[in-house]
Structures are given as C-alpha cells and as structure tokens.
C-alpha cells in the first residue's frame, strides 16, 4: 500500500501523476489517507487517526479505505514493492 | 477531542480529471438535498412508516387537475375528465379526482367494481378495453355506463346481451388511426383508415338497439407530440360529420384517451423530460383548435371528454428509500443498492427517474449505478448516474412515480410497503398498508399430503 513516489499531491486534494500526464482530484478524508499512505502509514494508524478526526466507525473507515486504495490501485497510482 | 467536535465523515473518494469535450448541460444533475416532502421530513416518514415508502400529495393532485381542466375549459365550452383507474387504483387517489369532478374510465371488471365501490354512478364510468366479460357487460350495460367497443366480437357480444335485457346500451367505439406517430397503436379498436370504424358504426347504427353516443381514441402513450391529437381529433370528427350526414345523428362526446407525456425522462432520452414534454396547454391548444375547426356541424358541441393519467399524477408521488450498501464494479464504477427495486418501481424500465439524496451532501461526486435489492440482474434503477457520495443507511427520493407504480408493481421475494397521502393540511394518511406475509398465505392453499416432511 505504497503511493509512488514522483506522484505530487497539493494542500486541496489535486493529485498529478507525471509518469502517465493524469491528474485526479480527492475529497479530505480522501486527502488524509492519502497522505498518511505516502508517509508509510499502516491501514491501522490511517483508520484511527481518521476515527480521531471524524464522527466515524472503525468499520465503516476501513472498508471505505480498501475501496479507496483499489481505486487508487486502478488509476495505477500504487508502488508494489518490487518495482 | 469530545464526540461533538469531530468533523463529518465522508467517505474517501478519488475521481479522475477528465479533459474531453465539455457537456454543455455540465456533470451534475442533483444540487440540493430533499430533506422533506409536503412538509413532512422524510426520516420522520420513514422512522413512521417504514422504508420503502409510497408517498403522494393531494396538495400537488388536485393543483395538477387544475391546471390541465383549465387548459382545456378555457379552450373549449363543454370539457369531461374521468380518471384513468389502471394509473392510480388506490381508493384515496381515485377519490380526490372524483371530487374534483372526474368521471372514472375503467379497463377491467375489477376496476369497474372498484369504481362502483367508490360511489361513481355506473353513467359516470367509461369502460375501455378489450377484456369484458358477458357479466361485465351485463353489469355496465344495466348501470347505463358507457361501453367503449373494442373489437366486432364485443359488438355481438353486447347486440345479444341488450336483446335479453331489453335494455339498449350506451356505446361508443374506440378508433385507431395514423397520426403520423409511430408505431401506430392498431390492436385496440378499429382502424379508420381501412374503414373498419366505419363498417362498425354502420353495424352499431342499422341494428338499431344500441345507442351510439361517443367516440373514442387513444392514440399512444407518453406522446410528446401535441399535433398527433390534433390528427387524431380531425378524424374523429369526420367520422362523426359522417355519422350526422348518413343517419341524421348526433354523437354527444368525443373522448381523446389519454397518452399525455409527464415530466419524467425517457430512458435514451437527450434532454430531461421537464425540458421537452408538452404542457396541458400545448395538448388543449392541439385538440380543441382542430375539433372547433372540423366539419363536425352538430346542434350542440359534443362534449370532449379525457383521460389522462399519468401527465395528472407522475409528479405527485415519490418512493422514498435506504442505501443498502455501496459496491464497486469491475470496471471500478461505484453502485449503490437501494432497498427499493423495480419489483415496486416498474418505471424504471423505461424512465430515467431523478433520485435524489434526503440528507445534505457536499460537491464531491461519482459515477453511479443504482441498483435494486432483488436478486435478478435487470433489477436496475438507473445504469449511470453521476451522484455524491451515498452511505449505508442514508435516505433516498425517487421524483415522479405516482403513475402505473402502485397499479403494477410485482410481489416479487418480498412484500409490497405502505402508501401514504400527504393531505393539505400537510397530515399524514395511511392509505394502503405494508402487506404481510399472512395476507399472502391467506390465498395459498396446501393439500394434506405435502402438509408434512421430515
């Protein structure tokens, strides 16, 4: 669950991919665990630290936060860790 | 940090910018969240009354019937409605445009008694269709309601039945013709233009034991084009001219059908129905316009009777429902499973119903397909529609689904839910209740034998 690394994420949610010219845009919980996944975080430490934030399950966080990575997975914005 | 001072969750949610060509009608459809319905909070409702839930304005059917009376009686001197029972059948419903001084138009023996029960005068009912048994008709003919003919054997059918009663029935025949619309609706009635209407108003008018007294067509349904029903009115009315120039007799009413396109948008549709469907003056204008301007030269001008449905109701009722759970599609579109399905929403087949959320969103927005709950993959309510983002447990409203819903929606794996009337006074009637599974088993029937198994 690692964000590549040259992909650039500004302060209001615009993310930019160079490699591939795409751009996409993330809401703030969105933001949040997005930039807590390109600080190593691990699902755990994202879902507390958004149920610390929000008025929120556990459950809810981490179900949407595995949709949220497959997408990202998708949209090929994912390192694994042989590349 | 208190419970209080959280922020509220929305789920994450990441879209790709897309640069192609710009839609000039822009990406989002749904702006404001309806939170209540003729003054009733739609989580009250639903805390009240379950969820799905039917609810219907009296305030918007009785504004409706209004509007579209008055298109025609400023049009026209001599103008009759009568409620088309197989839109709505609900007693309530069928009540508020009797009051309002609908006749009913019924399609069935059951409707028909449905009518009776209600208190209609059997003169005040129009029946219509091509299934009416001999008990039927022997039923209508007595009460003196209007038997709209359908096909030669009903003819003879009501030649015998009359010659027993000794009673001569009030008849009209229903006609089908080109208006330029296609397909042309041919299987009820008979044709004008092959002469089928006419052999049949000569075959009525020589027996001698029947009274003629109307004329009838219903040209299609959700008709978008108001000068069909100007077609379809001039050749009523030759046939009537016709009638007065050969046997000297005046036919008392014409009566257009229905067919009158409401706001919901037809699926395949470029422009939203609220854009592009006619309004009641745009039908009155077409009609009225070419009945004055026929040949048709009576002593009196026949009254015009009409029997429009769906154009009356569509927009006053609404199907509230719950977000069952969020999916992602292989193709990494987001669907949304509504407790509500197309076993109760039959429209949704052809309509792209607008549905909009109960509870406030914010502009963050995805690809969605709307499903139902069934487990039958056509159970889809809308294939693409750009939404916010839906959670488990949060409210819907489904706009414009007062027609044909309640009439033909299925008992299908589940049980039917309770309809509710929203009075003027904004107060809550129960008027169909939730079906239980007792109501369903009380029908069924199960032989000894397969009583026990181990």
């Given at each position: 669950m690692k964000i590549k690394s040259n992909i650039a994420v500004s302060d209001n949610g615009f993310v930019f991919n160079p490699a591939s010219g795409e751009s996409f845009m993330v809401n703030p919980v969105g933001l949040g665990m997005l930039n807590m996944m390109r600080k190593g975080q691990s699902q755990e430490q994202i879902v507390a630290a958004i149920q610390e934030d929000y008025r929120a399950e556990a459950m809810t966080i981490e179900r949407d936060l595995l949709d949220f990575v497959e997408m990202m997975r998708q949209y090929r914005l994912l390192q694994y860790d042989d590349e | 940090m208190t419970m209080t001072s959280k922020k509220t969750y929305e789920r994450p949610v990441i879209k790709k910018l897309e640069n192609n060509m710009p839609n000039k009608f822009g990406?989002?459809?749904?702006?404001?969240?309806?939170?209540?319905?003729e003054g009733q909070a739609v989580n009250d409702l639903i805390a009240k009354y379950g969820s799905p839930l039917f609810v219907i304005s009296e305030r918007k059917i009785r504004k409706n019937f209004r509007k579209a009376r008055q298109a025609f009686e400023t049009r026209y001197p001599r103008v009759q409605f009568a409620w088309?029972?197989?839109?709505?059948?609900?007693d309530a419903v069928c009540n508020i445009y009797h009051q309002e001084g609908s006749w009913a138009e019924v399609v069935s023996g059951f409707e028909y008694d449905k009518a009776i029960r209600n208190g209609v005068q059997g003169n005040k009912i129009i029946f219509n269709g091509p299934d009416k048994s001999e008990t039927d008709l022997r039923k209508a003919i007595t009460n003196h309601s209007l038997i709209h003919i359908d096909h030669l054997d009903e003819l003879y059918m009501l030649q015998d039945i009359a010659r027993n009663l000794n009673i001569r029935p009030k008849v009209a025949i229903r006609v089908n013709m080109?208006?330029?619309?296609?397909?042309?609706?041919?299987?009820?009635?008979?044709?004008?233009e092959n002469g089928q209407a006419w052999d049949a108003l000569n075959k009525i008018l020589f027996s001698?034991?029947?009274?003629?007294v109307g004329l009838h067509t219903?040209?299609?349904?959700?008709?978008?084009?108001?000068s069909a029903y100007a077609v379809a009115a001039s050749k009523l009315a030759h046939l009537a001219q016709s009638v007065l120039t050969k046997?000297?007799?005046?036919?008392k009413y014409i009566d257009m059908g229905g067919g009158f396109a409401s706001q919901n948008t037809l699926k395949g549709?470029?422009?939203p129905g609220s854009d592009i469907s006619p309004s009641f003056d745009d039908f009155a204008e077409a009609i009225t316009t070419a009945l004055m301007n026929s040949d048709y030269r009576p002593k009196n001008p026949p009254l015009l009777i009409l029997e429009t449905g769906r154009a009356l109701i569509d927009d006053a009722a609404w199907l509230v429902s719950t977000v069952l759970a969020n999916k992602r599609l292989s193709d990494g579109r987001r669907s949304t499973i509504l407790n509500?399905?197309?076993?109760?929403?039959?429209t949704a087949f052809w309509y792209d119903h607008k549905i909009t959320p109960a509870q406030p969103f914010t502009s963050y927005t995805e690809d969605t397909a709307i499903y139902g709950?069934?487990?039958?993959?056509?159970?889809?309510?809308?294939?693409?529609v750009t939404m916010p983002l839906l959670n488990k447990d949060d409210h819907m409203v489904i706009h414009h689904?007062?027609?044909y819903n309640m009439t033909q929606w299925m008992q299908f794996i589940t049980l039917r839910p309770k309809v509710v009337l929203i009075d003027e006074q904004n107060k809550v009637h129960v008027i169909r209740n939730n079906e239980s599974i007792d109501n369903i088993r009380s029908l069924e029937h199960v032989p000894d034998h397969l009583l026990n198994f181990e």
């Open positions: - | 990406t989002r459809t749904i702006f404001e969240p309806i939170s209540h319905l088309s029972y197989k839109t709505n059948y609900l080109d208006t330029g619309v296609y397909p042309t609706w041919d299987r009820f009635g008979f044709n004008y001698g034991m029947m009274d003629l219903h040209i299609g349904t959700f008709m978008l084009s108001p046997y000297n007799h005046e036919i549709s470029y422009l509500a399905g197309v076993n109760i929403l039959f709950p069934l487990c039958m993959n056509i159970d889809v309510l809308r294939e693409s689904v007062g027609a």
